[in-house]
């Protein structure tokens, strides 16, 4: 047998496995490793699986794998986790993440860790919800009056008092979560095209609060995270 050390992360009850592949090397990401090692009774357990590897631009590229095997294209909260993992290892202030389609910049701030996540694309709108592409699909819900789908991150607005948002997350790959740093920003660019209005907005999730400020083309999502624990997982 081999094992595989880990790092578990959470932000806003949003958690992390991280696989770091600077440092050590991995197996083969097939589905069934991941849906192996994110199971909560008989794996480790977490919303996302994510794993780093290296970048010729930046300072660490991530891949990120929903619970049921599904590779996803943008995770906020996982990128403020992996930020401060990262922040913390080379004892600095700012860092470059690789994802697929964009390089965002992840740095620390009085709240916690600021990242740079990129621009947001406005699609389909209807009375009831608004399309929102930011690295991955999301579709923001303002009334609960047409089926949410089923191949698509889905925010469902709650309420809203002022720049006050509150909103329940359905996650593509993993179900119901308490917090979904790329839904956040979502909701933010969904609101601010609703209401012709750029602002910064609290975002309340589940399971905690963030800021999404910033504009459309370079979206801005600040709040806490934290290490939960490291180990190792072991490989049969």
Known sequence: MTTLPFTKMQAQGNDFIILNGLNNKLPELTEAFVRTITERRYGIGCDQLLVLEANDSADAAMRIFNNDGSEAGNCGNGLRCVGELLMAASDTDRVNIALADRTVHAERS???????????????????????????????????????????????????????????????GVGHTPACGSGACATAAAIWHAETHIRPLTIEMPGGTVTVSGTPDN??????????????????
Do not use: M, W
Not at 137 to 158: L, W
Not at 222 to 233: A, H
């Open 110 to 172: 009085n709240h916690g860790v600021r990242v740079e996540i990129g621009g947001a694309t406005i699609g389909k709108r209807t009375d009831a919800h608004i399309d929102v592409e930011i690295g991955n699909p999301h579709s923001v819900f303002f009334e609960a009056v047409e089926q949410f789908p089923t191949d698509r991150n889905v925010e469902i607005v709650t309420g809203q008092i002022a720049d006050h948002v509150y909103i329940d997350i359905i996650e593509r």
């Open 219 to 236: 979206l801005i999502l600040e709040g806490e995270v934290s290490k939960t624990f490291e180990g190792v997982f072991t490989l049969s």
